[in-house]
Each structure stands twice: as structure tokens, then as C-alpha cells.
């Protein structure tokens, strides 16, 4: 028996089938172990040392494989084909060595792009070794980001309260949407005005002419600035005579572009189909796994994280076939298009992202697959077989035409183009963010030189320059991969990121700077300049690169590294929070203190009238306050809100009645009619807006399709019973039963079909019950050596919170109980102590206060354990307990976490650290 691990149950499944009864395939389900969320898991003074824990919802599964190799002839490594693939294979193999399930068994690292038969079966016949080059990169990155959140992070909660984090790409990529805000707050509208002749040719045929020059100058767009200009210009024009002085016909041709790479298909699939980054790679991760076909579960695209540009020989050869039978011999390029990657540091690794079978047109599974999934899926099929087509042919026409009038001789313009052959238009146009429409798309009628013609009206217009557009998700994805920032694994986690934390919104499909966001990244350019440029960003990108072809030792490039990380991080120790926030309000100054009208003092409160409006910075972040206080409480946030939370979108065809968007306690919703609509005692019907919406992007169709939740998928094909999907408090879900399985994104409860349906409930019956009643008993965090004891995440009935000895935190809105981490949660229960939390009720027992203890340093492999506390004095003030720190004390561990040990590292590294 052969042992295969793969990373999804819906993949293990598959490729069973492929490989027959000689072989057991079994799901990781992703990452089975990562860094601890608390400090010294990476170890700098250690040659970077790294403490890797299991997620407690892999043991099981960890085991399940330990189990299964006792016997086995052989353990084949089969996660994906990227970076993140080799470094779980990898982890797999450590966790197996460690548990000696291990014997002679032969182990083999095998990758296949796709999820077919043949891809596998051909995968098999070349396995290799795990590529220790790869998995020493993805150290390098994992320590980087960890070092960054863990020594960064911290620091912007003592100097910056109210900040939540900071990332090392996401920074920087929050950056470019901040100084997109900034040149936008910055422009200054400039005006111009532009002259446009309808003329007819003898035959009475129309067309349009644009005034480029006058009196032998050239007139660029901006040049006419002033309505006087402009109207001089008329009256020259409107007394003129106008004749044909030059017709130039060119041939032109345009290529089709390259198959998609994961960038490309974020990008087009935002243009085209609106969806989010992660949307789409949710969506195509499906398609990658397959769906049943005949029988059998069939992948349907290529691996998804790419950028890689080329495709296989086999498959060019067969998207040749497929365009000569579907568009004629013509359409087919004489030789196969190759194509090479423009981005930067381009990997090139695998093979675009294509259909494993162009010979499956999209209209043949359109009833296979859900609406999203089937336009993603064209969207694929139509990009590879454009790119293999013949270019387009065009004929550029420019006609120039001479306007006299007296002494004056102005000079008009016509442009147009005419498609003589489409070629690869045929089937695929990419989309353009800012202007989709073909500008010189118009047909000229024909005209000769010396050809009279007549005015047949002349639109005199005022123009104003805009602004730069704030960045879509397609744009920002486009212009990081422009700079080397971020790989395409990373782009849609991102994005993810900035938005979950509050440091941008998403409105009208445009990404604009939320204050928060703003205030972190002035403060990363005043005190962390190096670490939010874009060059140094993406030159950290390139010595990653080199790690994976095996050029730099991984320890290097962490030493160059943290050796000026370090330093920068510990010159802002004395620096005061007054101090910092000084040097944020000048820089902020012109967003957040707008001129005037009656051009006094910016910065005069508004309510005192004596005192000076300036930055500080509380629990829930940055805001305006004034000098004065607290003799003037007066505040404000840092942009002033503009307009009502409500907002009607139109009537329900139904039943008539208002639909709205409106504020509530909990955040926004949506609400059908008013209560005088409905009898006594009953409620208006509403719904939730889930969390990757935006209450602006919410228009009517979408509102009623939240009004009409729950709905029914469809029946279970093994009970009949229905299975419904809805919106509930913990998100998007789909239930059959008593059984609630979690939608991946927001806008899936719209459209998850039956077969996802019953996958997601099946799965989550194998994850096993969760727990539904009763008080939570919660999850270990981490310890908390100041008090001696684990901090522990729970749910509550009013949301998530941190606790340890009685004292209970919330954990803010855009953080769950699975991304708060340990610093954080130390913050928060120190900020509710001080606040006197925790205080016992009256008549009950006051706490015991924990007595210091000492340990020694720890150096073993294993987890901390809990420090046990003694009863203290009963005069201990509970208050002074919480709030006062006690001696550290360095924990002991259980045997749950592993030192780190790559293939390619030396053992002088020694044992890792506790």
C-alpha cells in the first residue's frame, strides 16, 4: 500500500479513483502546523531558530496518517505545486519523523498541475525530493512576516493607541492606496475647452473633427484654457472654409494577450465579472479540484497560482484544433504564439492558468456548474484560445482638414479605424479599468485631398481635468505586481487584510483610505520610512527569489535584515506618544483640518472658540480634540462623516413597500417598509448586510435577494430533507438539519448550488460535532507571565473576548477569535484592568493576587505550561493586582511544538528554544 497526501478531502477523493486500490490517498486540509502567535517562536539571537506548533485540528487528522503508514510501502508527498505546497509536505514529513511512524518506507515528493487522470498518472512517474531550496524561502518569508507583526505591531499599540497592526507587504500596500488619496486631496482642478465640427462630405455624409492647431501651432488638449479662447476659435471656425489637405489610411494589427497568470485573472475577473481577489481564487480553487463528470470528478483548469505565462505542447496543440474547428483555418496562427512573463521576478514555474481540456466548450457544463463558477470558467476557456489566435487586423484612417477664415488658417483633425480582419476579437477583448470603450473606433466616410467640406454644427465644450482614480482591487493588484510586491499567492490575502482591519473600504468597487489606515501609515513613513518604500519592499522579493534557486543562505538575508529592523524598532522607544502625535497632526494636517470659508484659523475649536484643535489618539483609534481640554470636551473624527447612514434603493415589486439601507446598533442592514406597514406588534422584515459587502455598493436587486433569505438549495440526495442557505450571526451558512457549514464568502449564499452543498455539510459532519450548548469553554491563547497564568478566547453572548482571573476583554470588530493574537490579547486585558475590570461583585471573595515566581531561562522544544499561582494576603486590592505586573516567569512545555530543521540546514543551527 502506498500512502499519498494531498491538501483537500474534494482532491484525496479524486485522485483515489485515478490511482486505484493500491494506494490511499489522505487530506492534510492545508497547513498542519505554523508559528505560535506569541514572541520566541522565531528566535534572532538563535540564527533565527523557529518553534513550530500543530494546529489542534490537524492532530487528529496527523495522526490518521501515522496510522495509515504503519505497513505502508511507501509515503508520496502530493500538496500543491508552489511554495506553500512544499513547505506542508514538508511539514507532514517532520510531524511523521518525529512521531516515528516512519520506517523503511520510501518517501517521494510528487506535483501535477492538474487534477486529471493522466496529470496524475504522469506525476507519479517522476517523483523527486522534497526541494529544500523552496521550503528554505518559505522560512524566510514566514520568520520576515513574523518579526515584522510581532516586533512592529506592539510598538504601534504603545506609541499609537488604537492601531490594530502592521503587516511587511500589506504596509506597503496600504501605502499606495494612501498616496492615491493624497495626490486626490491634492488636485487642483485645471480647465480647458475643446472644439469639435460636425462636417459633410458632398455626399451628405457626416462625421466629426477636432481643432489641433491654429495658425501654424500646434493646440495640445490643455492648451485652450478660457471660455474667451474658446470663443475666439468659434467665431474663426464658424466663418470658415473647410477642405481636405491629407488622407492617411495605415495598416495596423493587435495582438491577443497572454493566457492568464494569477494576477491577470484577479484583475480581468474584477473587471469583467466584479468579483473580489478572493472570490475569484475561492472559485477557481473549486474548479482546479473538479467536479463530477460521467461519473468521475474531473479538475477543469490548471493550478491557479501562477505567473507563469506558457502552456504545455499538448495543450497548444489542441486549442489549434479547437480554433480551426470552431472559427475557420484563418483564424490559426501559421506558428504556435509563445509568450514570456513582464512582471517582475516572474517565477515562471508552472504553466498558465488554462482549461485541463480545451475540447470542454463552456456551454457543455454550464448545467454542471454553478453562475459564478461557469463564468469564471468561460472567462478562462475564452483567454486561452484567444491567445493562441491570429492578430487582429486594422486600418487606422487620419484625415487633416484645413479651416480658412481670412487671414487665419486653423487645422482639424478625423481619426477612425476599421477592422478588416478580427482575428482573436472574435472570441476575447481585455478589459481597460478606466475607459473600456475604444477610443477611434468610428468609420470615416471615404474623402479625397482637395475634397470640399461643409459645417454642419460645432460643439464648443468646457472640460476639467479629474483627479487620478482611486485604485479598483484589479488596479492595485496590477500596479503591486508592477513593483515586485507581494506573489500571486499573496494578492488576494492582502487585499483581504486591509479591509478586515479597517484600513481601507471598498465603495463603488473603488478602494479609498479609511482614517485609521491613514494615521498607520504616516506614522510608518515618519519613524519606518525604509519599510514601506516600494523599492525596498521589492528587493526583499528578489532575495526571497534567490533562496528558492539556492543562491543565499536564508539565515543571511534574516540577519541583514533585523540587524537595521532592530535598530529602527528601538529608536522610537523614547520617543512619547505626545511626541509622535505632534509629528503625525503636521503631516496629516491638510486632510484633517480643511480651510475655512471665512478663511479664519483651521485649527480653532469650534465650540470653546479659545482653544486649538489636534491630533490625539484613544482605545478606538486617532481623532480630533481640542487644547482646552477638559474644560472643552469637544471632538471629532479626523475627516467629518458626510451624509445618512439611510438610504432608500426603490420599491419591492411585491409588495410595494419602501427598501432601505439603515443604520442600526449592530451595523448597518436592510429594512422592508416601516412598522406602520405592518400590524400590531409586528416587526419590519430585515436583513443583515454580510461582512464583505458595503452598505454603499448594496443597490435594490441585491437588497431583495437578502430580504428573500433563507432559501432552499435543494433536497439531500440521501434524505430528501431540504437544505437551505442564509445569513446568520456567525456569517453566510448552509444547513440541513441540525447541521451548519460556513460559506467561504458572502455572496455564495446567493448562489452555492446543490453539489457544493452537500460537500460542505459532509465535510463538516467529518470534522466531527461542534460545540453548541452551553458556556464556552474556550481555547488556549497563550501564557501571560505578568499574571502567571493562559489567556483564553471565548465566545460570549455578546461576541468574542479574551479573559484571564476574572478579567474579560472584547475583542474588537475587525478581529475574530482566530486572527487576535497573543500581544493583542495581553493589550486588551491590560487596558480593561486598568479600566477596573475584573472587579469581584460585592459580597463575593476578593481575587487571590499570584505570587512572583522564578524559572529558569527555557530551553527545550516543548510548550509552555501554566505557572501555578498561591493564595495570596486577603487584603490584596484586586485592582491593584490586575493592573500592577507581576515578574516574569519563563514557562515550561508540553511536547506539542518542534524545532525547526530545513533540509538544507546545518546542524550547528542547534535545538530550537522555547
Same mark, same amino acid.
Given at each position: ?48 531558530? *523557529?518553534?513550530?506548533? #500543530? ?66 498518472? !504522469? ?65 487642483? %482642478?485645471? !480647465? ?63 495582438? %491577443?494577450? @497572454?493566457?492568464?497568470? #494569477? ?19 475561492? $472559485? ?19 493550478? *491557479?497560482?501562477?505567473? /507563469? ?39 515562471? @514555474? ?47 484612417? #487620419? ?51 482637395? !475634397? ?16 487620478? +482614480? ?15 510586491? /507581494? ?143 477638559? !474644560? ?90 431540504? $437544505? ?26 446567493? #448562489? ?53 482571573? /476574572? ?35 460585592? /459580597? ?33 486590592? +484586586?485592582?491593584?493586582? @490586575?493592573?500592577? +505586573? ?29
Amino acid at each position: 500500500m502506498n500512502i499519498v497526501i494531498v491538501e483537500s478531502p474534494a482532491k484525496a477523493k479524486t485522485i483515489n479513483k485515478y490511482l486505484g486500490s493500491s494506494y490511499e490517498v489522505l487530506a492534510s486540509y492545508g497547513h498542519v502546523r505554523d508559528l505560535p502567535a506569541k514572541n520566541g517562536s522565531v528566535d534572532p539571537e538563535a540564527n533565527f531558530q *523557529m518553534i513550530w506548533e #500543530t494546529d489542534p485540528k490537524a492532530a487528529g487528522r496527523l495522526n490518521d496518517i501515522a496510522k495509515a503508514l504503519k505497513g505502508a510501502d511507501k509515503l508520496i508527498l502530493a500538496t500543491d505545486p508552489d511554495r506553500e505546497g512544499e513547505a506542508i509536505s514538508w511539514h507532514v514529513l517532520e510531524i511523521m519523523k518525529q512521531k516515528r511512524a516512519l520506517k523503511d518506507q520510501k518517501v517521494e515528493r510528487v506535483v501535477f498541475n492538474a487534477i486529471t487522470k493522466q496529470a496524475v498518472t !504522469e506525476a507519479m512517474k517522476h517523483p523527486r525530493e522534497i526541494d529544500g531550496a523552496l521550503v528554505d524561502a518559505y522560512m524566510a518569508r514566514r520568520a520576515l512576516d513574523y518579526l515584522v507583526g510581532f516586533t512592529l505591531s506592539p510598538v504601534l499599540w504603545r506609541k499609537l493607541p488604537g492601531a490594530r497592526s502592521a503587516g511587511r507587504v500589506q504596509s506597503v500596500a496600504l501605502r499606495l492606496v494612501c498616496d492615491r488619496e493624497l495626490e486626490i486631496e491634492k488636485f487642483v %482642478p485645471r !480647465e480647458y475647452w475643446s472644439l469639435v465640427a460636425t462636417l459633410a462630405t458632398p455626399r451628405a455624409e457626416t462625421f466629426e473633427a477636432r481643432l489641433v492647431g491654429a495658425d501654424g501651432k500646434k493646440i495640445q488638449r490643455l492648451d485652450i484654457g478660457t471660455g474667451a479662447e474658446a470663443e475666439d476659435f468659434k467665431k474663426a471656425i464658424e466663418a470658415a472654409n473647410f477642405t481636405v489637405t491629407s488622407v492617411e489610411a495605415k495598416p495596423a494589427r493587435r495582438n %491577443p494577450q @497572454a493566457p492568464f497568470t #494569477t494576477s491577470t485573472l484577479q484583475q480581468e475577473a474584477s473587471r469583467k465579472l466584479g468579483f473580489a481577489p478572493a472570490h475569484t481564487m475561492r $472559485i477557481a480553487q473549486r474548479l482546479y479540484e473538479g467536479i463530477d463528470i460521467g461519473g468521475e470528478t474531473t479538475g477543469l483548469i490548471t493550478y *491557479m497560482r501562477t505567473d /507563469g505565462v506558457q502552456i504545455a505542447n499538448e495543450a497548444i496543440a489542441q486549442v489549434r484544433s479547437v480554433i480551426g474547428e470552431d472559427y475557420g483555418k484563418n483564424y490559426v496562427p501559421d506558428a504556435p504564439r509563445q509568450y514570456s512573463a513582464k512582471a517582475k521576478n516572474a517565477q515562471e @514555474a508552472h504553466e498558465a492558468i488554462r482549461p485541463t481540456d480545451l475540447s470542454r466548450r463552456p456551454a457543455a457544463l454550464k448545467h454542471r456548474l454553478d453562475n459564478d463558477q461557469f463564468r469564471l470558467y468561460e472567462l478562462v476557456w475564452m483567454r486561452t484560445v484567444a491567445s493562441q489566435m491570429e492578430s487582429a487586423e486594422l486600418e487606422r484612417t #487620419t484625415v487633416d482638414i484645413a479651416a480658412k477664415a481670412g487671414a487665419r488658417v486653423l487645422e482639424l483633425r478625423a481619426s477612425g479605424q476599421v477592422v478588416k480582419f478580427d482575428g482573436f476579437l472574435a472570441v476575447y477583448q481585455e478589459g481597460r479599468d478606466d475607459d473600456p470603450e475604444d477610443e477611434d473606433s468610428r468609420r470615416l466616410p471615404a474623402m479625397s485631398e482637395g !475634397e470640399a467640406l461643409k459645417r454642419d454644427s460645432l460643439s464648443v465644450t468646457q472640460h476639467f481635468t479629474e483627479p487620478p +482614480p482611486r485604485f479598483s482591487e484589479a488596479s492595485l493588484v496590477k500596479r503591486m505586481e508592477e513593483l515586485g510586491i /507581494g506573489r500571486p499567492s499573496t494578492y488576494a490575502s492582502i487585499l483581504q487584510v486591509l479591509k478586515d482591519r479597517g484600513y481601507v473600504k471598498l465603495e463603488k468597487k473603488r478602494l479609498s483610505a479609511e482614517d485609521k489606515g491613514r494615521v498607520v501609515v504616516a506614522f510608518l513613513e515618519n519613524f519606518f520610512a525604509r519599510y514601506v518604500e516600494f523599492d525596498f519592499t521589492a528587493a526583499l522579493e528578489e532575495q526571497l527569489d534567490r533562496i528558492s534557486n539556492n543562491e543565499i543562505s536564508w539565515q543571511q538575508v534574516l540577519k541583514d535584515f533585523w540587524k537595521d529592523f532592530i535598530g529602527a524598532v528601538n529608536d522610537i522607544k523614547d520617543v512619547r506618544v505626545s511626541e509622535v502625535l505632534d509629528v503625525l497632526d503636521a503631516m496629516l494636517g491638510e486632510h484633517i483640518y480643511e480651510p475655512r470659508a471665512d478663511g479664519g484659523d483651521p485649527r480653532q475649536c469650534p465650540s470653546c472658540g479659545s482653544g486649538k484643535l489636534n491630533l490625539k489618539a484613544g482605545k478606538f483609534g486617532a481623532f480630533v480634540g481640542c487644547s482646552n481640554y477638559p !474644560e472643552c470636551r469637544y471632538t471629532r473624527p479626523l475627516a467629518a462623516s458626510s451624509g445618512s447612514s439611510d438610504r432608500p434603493l426603490g420599491k419591492d415589486p411585491k409588495t410595494g413597500l419602501e427598501v432601505a439601507v439603515k443604520a442600526g446598533r449592530f451595523g448597518p442592514y436592510i429594512q422592508l417598509g416601516d412598522a406602520k406597514d405592518y400590524e400590531e406588534g409586528e416587526k419590519p422584515r430585515r436583513a443583515g448586510i454580510p461582512k464583505n459587502m458595503s452598505p454603499a455598493d448594496v443597490e435594490l436587486d441585491l437588497a431583495l435577494k437578502l430580504l428573500s433569505l433563507p432559501r432552499e438549495v435543494g433536497k439531500h440526495p440521501e434524505d430528501g430533507e431540504p $437544505i437551505t442557505a442564509g445569513i446568520g450571526r456567525f456569517g453566510p451558512f448552509v444547513r440541513h438539519g441540525k447541521t451548519y457549514a460556513s460559506l467561504e464568502a458572502g455572496d455564495e449564499v446567493f #448562489t452555492v448550488g446543490l453539489n457544493r452543498a452537500v460537500t460542505l455539510i459532509a465535510e463538516k459532519i467529518a470534522k466531527g460535532p461542534s460545540r453548541r450548548f452551553g458556556a464556552d469553554p474556550g481555547k488556549p491563547l497563550g501564557e501571560y507571565p505578568a499574571r502567571g497564568g493562559t489567556i483564553m478566547v471565548k465566545n460570549g453572548r455578546y461576541g468574542a473576548y479574551v479573559t484571564i482571573d /476574572g478579567i474579560n476583554a472584547t475583542i474588537p470588530s475587525d478581529k475574530t477569535p482566530e486572527t487576535i493574537t497573543l500581544p493583542e490579547a495581553i493589550a486588551l486585558i491590560e487596558e480593561r484592568a486598568a479600566k477596573g475590570g475584573g472587579k469581584p461583585k460585592r /459580597g463575593a471573595k476578593k481575587a487571590a493576587k499570584p505570587k512572583a515566581t522564578k524559572a529558569k531561562a527555557n530551553t527545550s522544544d516543548t510548550e509552555a505550561k501554566p505557572v501555578k499561582k498561591k493564595a495570596a494576603a486577603k487584603k490584596a486590592a +484586586p485592582t491593584k493586582a @490586575a493592573a500592577k +505586573p507581576r515578574a516574569k516567569a519563563a514557562p515550561k512545555a508540553a511536547p506539542k511544538i518542534a524545532a525547526a530543521k530545513t533540509p538544507t540546514a546545518k546542524k550547528s543551527a542547534g535545538k530550537a528554544r522555547g
